[in-house]
């Protein structure tokens, strides 16, 4: 598995919550394309994290890279934004409760 970390400073609540609509949309399809979880966190009211689960570091990319005017335009509207990412070893718990989650 491969993990990208995406953190976004907003100017204020109105762009990040439609950034995170925007990001949604963009998304969801790619659950077709190797995504395997997606999470936000919301910190705060500017400050956003998502954290995207892969099945490997290539399908990441290629996402990535075919989405490169999207990150362009988030960063011409003023977003600052930080993308990390590395290989990923996860485990959960026998307590997990998999319906807190949406199935997509």
């Keep these: ?3 990208r970390v995406h ?8 762009a990040k919550n439609s950034i995170k609509l ?6 969801d399809p790619m659950f077709d394309k190797g995504l395997q979880m997606r999470f936000f966190v919301d910190v705060n009211d500017t400050t956003l994290n998502v954290i995207n689960v892969w099945d490997n570091q290539q399908n990441s990319s290629v996402v990535h ?21 590395g ?3 996860a485990s959960y718990s026998e307590k997990t409760n998999f319906s807190d989650f949406t199935k997509i």
Excluded: R
């Design 1 to 3: 598995m491969y993990t």
């Design 7 to 14: 953190t976004f400073k907003f100017q204020n609540k109105l």
């Design 22 to 27: 925007s990001m949604k949309q963009l998304l």
């Design 65 to 85: 890279q075919n989405n490169n005017d999207f990150i362009k335009e988030i960063k011409e509207m003023g977003v600052n934004m930080l993308i990390t990412g």
């Design 87 to 89: 290989d990923t070893e």
